[in-house]
Nanobody
Framework: QVQLVESGGGLVQAGGSLRLSCAAS????????MGWYRQAPGKQRELVAD???????HYANSVKGRFTISRDNAKNTVYLQMNSLKPEDTGVYYC??????????????????WGQGTQVTVSS
């Protein structure tokens, strides 16, 4: 059984920073591309950053230059450093691997394989 536990969210003023962590277990973590997804109120869950097993990173345009994703394979943990936060970054942040199945689950609204996420609220 895969377990994903996200932490590190909170309430922060615009311009502030947060560091999210995701501990994964029950899966061969080191070979997977891992990602951070965000679900803003009333919107579909979206991928905002991902990192390959070789630590190549990709970012959504909305967070590029402000967010940094990293991973520690020895700890089965992925991180998201968020700087210069904006109110539009508000949402629940989830981690999971990046695979076609994840996007099908998003389209169906089927999140049984996902963790509880961590809430990030950015005030203006």
């Amino acid at each position: 059984q895969v377990q994903l536990v996200e932490s590190g969210g909170g309430l922060v003023q615009a311009g502030g920073s947060l560091r999210l962590s995701c501990a994964a277990s029950g899966r061969i973590f080191s070979i997977n591309t891992m990602g951070w997804y965000r679900q803003a109120p009333g919107k579909q869950r979206e991928l905002v950053a991902d990192i390959t097993s070789g630590s190549m990173t990709h970012y959504a345009n909305s967070v590029k230059g402000r967010f940094t994703i990293s991973r520690d394979n020895a700890k089965n943990t992925v991180y998201l450093q968020m700087n210069s936060l904006k109110p539009e970054d508000t949402g629940v942040y989830y981690c999971n691997d990046v695979a076609p199945a994840r996007f099908r689950e998003i389209a169906r609204g089927d999140f049984a394989s996902w963790g509880q996420g961590t809430q990030v609220t950015v005030s203006s």
